[in-house]
């Protein structure tokens, strides 16, 4: 997938991508055979591996130079990001990712949950021999922000949360992962302070921006392009942020609408409409536009670091983000 979208961002940390995906590949060596099973399914499609560009990218702002270091954090973080997929498609109920069977799916929600704990014991393995214990704290946190982002939206009262809770429950889900990225592959390089935090910074508002696309996607995205179900999160009656603008959209007669998404179970007649009248709102552009801005955050948090072909290269990752449509 990576290839497929003929972005030129990857370009200047090329090497450091083919040498992670071999080791995604390898995750499974020596390992119970419904592991490695699972791990080569998974890995077929590694997916847009934006995370850990973020990583390599980041790591070229500081004098340090040590390749295996940098190579495991990425790679530790991937892991963290495979595993917390693999665990929401079971919460999820989820059929397809990328366009083939989620590992719930082709084995069972058993299975799953065991693949997903194997992910993190890798993970947690490969941050346990990075040299500074403030990155190793880094992955933790990361860990701890993904769980609780999930436990608080599946645990939540069931109702349509303000704008500032979607917010921050994306940025506990997503934008964390993004930010540990580049802030801690800023740190294992020594880079000066004021450019790990600008790279934090920018790891932050990316993510976000990620997300809410990902969230219009859901509701707007051709389903063959975006390699997911269309309308999973509105099926499931998990409101997003383009539907939380269609619903203020009706200034104070929303409650029926309100009513219509938060149902567990919908008809794909309810499906049907449901979608054709959020498309038809203004939701999906509001959101999109609070994309944008987040998009630009990020981008003014570039200009504190030096001007250099890899600040160009997180530039043009941000501007993908954004207008991407998988």
């Given at each position: 997938?990576?290839?497929?979208?003929?972005?030129?961002?990857?370009?200047?940390?090329?090497?450091e991508?083919?040498?992670l995906?071999?080791?995604?590949r390898?995750?499974?060596s020596?390992?119970?055979?419904?592991?490695r099973?699972?791990?080569?399914h998974l890995?077929t499609?590694?997916?847009?591996?934006l995370r850990?560009t973020l990583?390599?990218?980041?790591?070229r702002?500081g004098?340090?130079r040590?390749?295996?270091?940098?190579l495991n954090?990425?790679e530790?973080?991937?892991?963290v990001?495979?595993?917390?997929?693999?665990?929401d498609?079971?919460?999820d109920?989820a059929e397809?990712?990328?366009?083939?069977?989620?590992?719930?799916?082709?084995?069972?929600?058993?299975?799953?949950l065991?693949?997903?704990?194997?992910?993190?014991a890798?993970?947690?393995a490969?941050?346990?021999?990075?040299p500074?214990?403030?990155?190793?704290a880094?992955v933790a946190?990361?860990?701890?922000?993904l769980?609780d982002g999930?436990?608080?939206?599946?645990t939540?009262?069931?109702g349509?949360p303000?704008?500032?809770a979607?917010?921050?429950?994306i940025?506990?889900k997503t934008?964390?992962?993004?930010?540990?990225?580049?802030?801690g592959?800023?740190?294992?390089?020594?880079?000066?302070p004021?450019?790990?935090?600008?790279l934090?910074a920018?790891?932050?508002n990316?993510?976000?921006?990620?997300?809410?696309?990902?969230d219009?996607?859901?509701l707007?995205?051709d389903e063959e392009?975006?390699?997911?179900?269309?309308?999973r999160?509105l099926?499931e009656?998990?409101?997003?942020?383009?539907m939380?603008?269609?619903?203020?959209?009706?200034?104070?007669?929303?409650?029926?609408?309100?009513?219509?998404?938060?149902?567990?179970?919908?008809?794909?007649?309810?499906?049907?409409?449901?979608?054709?009248?959020i498309?038809s709102?203004?939701?999906p552009?509001?959101?999109?536009?609070?994309?944008?801005a987040?998009?630009?955050a990020?981008?003014?948090?570039l200009?504190?670091?030096?001007?250099?072909?890899e600040?160009?290269?997180?530039?043009?990752?941000a501007d993908?983000?954004?207008?991407?449509?998988?």
């Amino acid at each position: 997938m990576r290839a497929a979208t003929g972005a030129s961002f990857y370009a200047p940390v090329d090497g450091e991508l083919r040498e992670l995906e071999r080791r995604l590949r390898d995750v499974g060596s020596g390992a119970h055979p419904v592991f490695r099973e699972a791990v080569a399914h998974l890995f077929t499609t590694p997916g847009k591996l934006l995370r850990p560009t973020l990583v390599f990218l980041s790591s070229r702002f500081g004098p340090g130079r040590d390749r295996e270091v940098v190579l495991n954090l990425a790679e530790s973080l991937e892991l963290v990001h495979t595993a917390s997929l693999v665990h929401d498609d079971v919460v999820d109920r989820a059929e397809l990712r990328r366009n083939i069977q989620t590992v719930n799916a082709k084995w069972n929600d058993d299975v799953a949950l065991i693949v997903g704990d194997y992910l993190f014991a890798k993970a947690y393995a490969l941050a346990a021999v990075l040299p500074k214990p403030e990155v190793i704290a880094i992955v933790a946190q990361t860990v701890f922000a993904l769980c609780d982002g999930e436990l608080g939206e599946i645990t939540g009262a069931r109702g349509l949360p303000t704008e500032d809770a979607y917010l921050e429950r994306i940025e506990l889900k997503t934008a964390s992962l993004y930010a540990a990225c580049a802030q801690g592959a800023a740190l294992l390089a020594d880079a000066e302070p004021d450019h790990v935090a600008a790279l934090g910074a920018f790891g932050t508002n990316l993510g976000m921006a990620f997300q809410i696309t990902d969230d219009v996607l859901d509701l707007v995205g051709d389903e063959e392009d975006f390699g997911k179900m269309v309308g999973r999160d509105l099926l499931e009656g998990m409101p997003t942020l383009p539907m939380i603008y269609a619903v203020e959209e009706r200034d104070g007669t929303g409650s029926e609408l309100e009513t219509r998404i938060l149902a567990p179970a919908k008809s794909a007649g309810d499906m049907s409409a449901l979608l054709a009248e959020i498309r038809s709102s203004s939701g999906p552009e509001r959101a999109r536009q609070r994309a944008l801005a987040f998009h630009d955050a990020a981008v003014r948090a570039l200009d504190r670091l030096p001007a250099r072909a890899e600040r160009d290269a997180l530039r043009e990752a941000a501007d993908f983000v954004v207008r991407r449509v998988r």
